[in-house]
């Protein structure tokens, strides 16, 4: 079955870095699409990122544009989200996600916490 599983959160200082990754098993991961998401506490999901399956297409929602960069490596199942200049409003919980090409179904991680404080 699918699983995708986040690593690599935890507590930073406004203006430090972290770099997630999402391992992925169960799939084709290498002709998938994947997508990093957050949700920060009272705010719904937000898409963060997202990367094309052989990486030629990437974006980025605007808050993160020059800061976050979206990777990945097919050889390993594997996506990565470095995170730069990091500020208190980055706060939330990043998970992966990936969406089934036949049924449209979204695929979560567990999710992993980045916490912005000083």
């Known amino acids: 079955q699918v699983q995708l599983v986040e690593s690599g959160g935890g507590l930073v200082q406004p203006g430090g870095s972290l770099r997630l990754s999402c391992a992925a098993s169960g799939f084709s991961f290498s002709i998938y699409t994947m997508r990093w998401y957050r949700q920060a506490p009272g705010k719904e999901r937000e898409l963060v990122a997202g990367?094309?399956?052989?990486?030629?297409?990437?974006s980025y929602v605007d808050s993160v544009k020059g800061r976050f960069t979206i990777s990945r490596d097919n050889a390993k199942n594997t996506v990565y989200l470095q995170m730069n200049s990091l500020k208190p409003e980055d706060t939330a919980v990043y998970y992966c996600?990936?969406?089934?090409?036949?049924?449209?179904?979204?695929?979560w991680g567990q999710g992993t916490q980045v916490t912005v404080s000083s």
């Open positions: 990367i094309s399956s052989a990486g030629g297409s990437i």
């Open positions: 996600n990936t969406r089934s090409m036949s049924t449209l179904h979204d695929y």
